[in-house]
């Protein structure tokens, strides 16, 4: 029998789940339906909510119109340069946080956490200035550098560390494992969940990225694909449908990626221990 007590709640938290849906959907709908379109279609009044034919030669304008291979590159390498570079800091801090007692242990995780509420453009001007003095401007390393210490991965992946048993990290000291094979056998396999959510949201934030390599670059030796991309909406503020074909191709690496890391995304925010 249905529950006419419950049901008016439900109906209401269904329309507002609705009503988020379309709000937080529909300026993704609308660039890939702009990105299809010719421009007419674009700028007419009323506009329409559908493609009587798919463009597809806005993609190749959007591609041949400025250096889409040069952007993408910078892009892939600083991306996948941060990626490696959380890998190798943040895996062994989170370890030692999570699994060994040292003194002033407290007050440096409480540090790490402090950063967490530091923003970045608070900081880029000093870095900047460093930077510069150094040489290292318009170089990979400084849109790298900076950014493969996190403290939010720290703390995530220190969490994940902590909730695996003793005694299986007991037994592997037994069996004369070192602290390496015991991170890279045991500790990273049973934290794929953390490890992947945390590799998505640096990818993301990396190659979305358009402040400080805005910031940090003087040229487009470096420079990424959003950078590229605004250069596209500089050079075609006439044409919005290739500017939105330009940020189609931006996006779709991101949608990419989450596809294949989407179940241990879930995995990670519902895990609640080691069966």
Not at 47 to 53: A, E, I
Not at 233 to 261: C, K, R, S, Y
Request: aromatic share 14%; net charge positive; charged share 10%.
């Amino acid at each position: 029998m249905v529950n006419w007590v419950r049901t008016p709640k439900f109906i209401i938290r269904l329309l507002l789940s609705l009503l988020l849906l379309v709000v937080f959907l529909a300026p993704f709908y609308w660039m890939i339906l702009s990105a299809f379109k010719t421009l007419d279609e674009v700028i007419a009044v009323p506009p329409k909510f559908w493609v009587d034919k798919l463009q597809w030669v806005n993609f190749q304008q959007a591609f041949t119109r400025i250096n889409f291979m040069h952007y993408t590159k910078n892009s892939i390498i600083i991306t996948v340069g941060t990626l490696i570079g959380q890998l190798l800091v943040v895996v062994p801090a989170a370890y030692a946080f999570a699994r060994y007692q040292f003194r002033g242990k407290n007050v440096l995780f409480g540090l790490v956490l402090i950063t967490m509420m530091i923003p970045g453009q608070l900081i880029f001007l000093p870095i900047f200035v460093m930077f510069a003095k150094t040489g290292l401007l318009n170089t990979y390393i400084s849109l790298i550098i900076p950014f493969i210490a996190s403290g939010m991965a720290i703390f995530m992946l220190r969490q994940t560390f902590m909730q695996i048993p003793d005694s299986i990290l007991e037994a592997a000291r037994l069996d004369n494992s070192s602290e390496f094979k015991i991170i890279r056998s045991i500790m990273l396999p049973m934290a794929i969940p953390t490890l992947s959510t945390l590799a998505l949201l640096t990818f993301i934030g990396t190659w979305n990225s358009y402040f400080f390599p805005l910031a940090w670059t003087t040229t487009d030796a470096v420079r990424t694909l959003p950078l590229g991309v605004k250069k596209l909406q500089d050079a075609e503020g006439l044409n919005p449908h290739i500017v939105m074909a330009g940020n189609m191709m931006l996006i779709l690496p991101i949608l990419i990626m989450f596809a294949f890391a989407r179940k241990h995304i879930i995995k990670a925010f519902t895990y609640s221990g080691v069966k």
